[in-house]
C-alpha cells in the first residue's frame, strides 16, 4: 500500500547537519502528522496539521520543524541534527471522519 | 494528563495457546481507542477503534473490548503468522493521539 510514502528510507549523518524528511498521500485526507518511535517508548507525536494553514506541536517538537506544502506533503525538518535524535520517523494521515490513523514505512534516521 | 501504558512488554505463546495484551489509559475525553499491528521495518496497521464502555470488535483471531480504564485484545489459538508488536493508541478532545509503547508478541509453531 503505498498511500503514504516516505522519503528517504534510510539516512546517515552527521551532527550538526540540517536533514529534511518528507512526506506525500494519495489518500486525500486532512490531518497528517509527524511521529517518532524509539525502542521501548512508543510513538511520541512531534508534529500535527490539520490542514495546510494549521501547524501544531507535539509532545517532542524541540528541535524539530515542519511545513506543510499542500493537502499531501508535510515535511519534517531538523535544522541541526544531533545524535539523539537518532530513531525510527513514522509520518501517518487520517481525518475527522476516520476511525485511526495511517502511517507510512517511516525513515530510519542516524545521527553519527 | 493523557496516557497509555501496556503490559506485558513481551509475551511468548506456544501455538494454538490464547492470552490477552492490556492496555490502561488515563485520557481528557476518549474520542477512541485504537489498536495496531506494527511488524518489523513497517508502519503500524490500524485493526480496530473502541468508543465506548463495552464495546467489542472482533477480526479472525482478535478480539478487542473496552471499558472505562483499560482495553483488552484478547488473542485466541493464535497462529505464528500473528507474531508482531501490537499498539494501543487514545485519542483525546483535542484530537491528540497518545501511544502506548506496545506488547511484542512471539507464537511459536
Known amino acids: 500500500d503505498a498511500d503514504v510514502t516516505q522519503t528517504p528510507r534510510n539516512r546517515i549523518t552527521k551532527t550538526g547537519k540540517r536533514i529534511m524528511l518528507e512526506c506525500s498521500q494519495t489518500k486525500g485526507h486532512d490531518r497528517m502528522y509527524w511521529y517518532r518511535q524509539d525502542p521501548g517508548l512508543g510513538l511520541q507525536l512531534i508534529y500535527y496539521s490539520f490542514d495546510v494553514k494549521d501547524i501544531n506541536k507535539g509532545e517532542i517538537s524541540d528541535g524539530y520543524s515542519v511545513s506543510r506544502q499542500a493537502q499531501a506533503k508535510f515535511s519534517l525538518s531538523l535544522e541541526s541534527a544531533i545524535p539523539n535524535q537518532t530513531a525510527l520517523y513514522f509520518c501517518?494521515?487520517?481525518?475527522?471522519?476516520?476511525?485511526?490513523?495511517?502511517f507510512g514505512p517511516g525513515t530510519r534516521l542516524t545521527v553519527l | 494528563e493523557d496516557q497509555v501504558t501496556q503490559s506485558p512488554e513481551a509475551l511468548r505463546l506456544q501455538e494454538g495457546e490464547s492470552s490477552s495484551l492490556n492496555c490502561s489509559y488515563t485520557?481528557?475525553?476518549?474520542?477512541?481507542l485504537f489498536w495496531y499491528r506494527q511488524d518489523p521495518g513497517k508502519g503500524p496497521e490500524f485493526l480496530f477503534t473502541l468508543y465506548s464502555a463495552g464495546e467489542e470488535k472482533e477480526k479472525e483471531r482478535l478480539k478487542a473490548t473496552l471499558t472505562k480504564k483499560e482495553s483488552f485484545l484478547h488473542i485466541t489459538a493464535p497462529k505464528p503468522e500473528d507474531s508482531a508488536t501490537y499498539l494501543c493508541?487514545?485519542?483525546?478532545?483535542?484530537?491528540?493521539?497518545?501511544f502506548g509503547s506496545g506488547t511484542k508478541l512471539n507464537v511459536k509453531p
Open positions: 485520557v481528557s475525553g476518549l474520542r477512541g
Open positions: 493508541a487514545v485519542r483525546n478532545n483535542f484530537n491528540k493521539f497518545y
Open positions: 501517518a494521515t487520517s481525518d475527522s471522519w476516520l476511525p485511526g490513523q495511517f
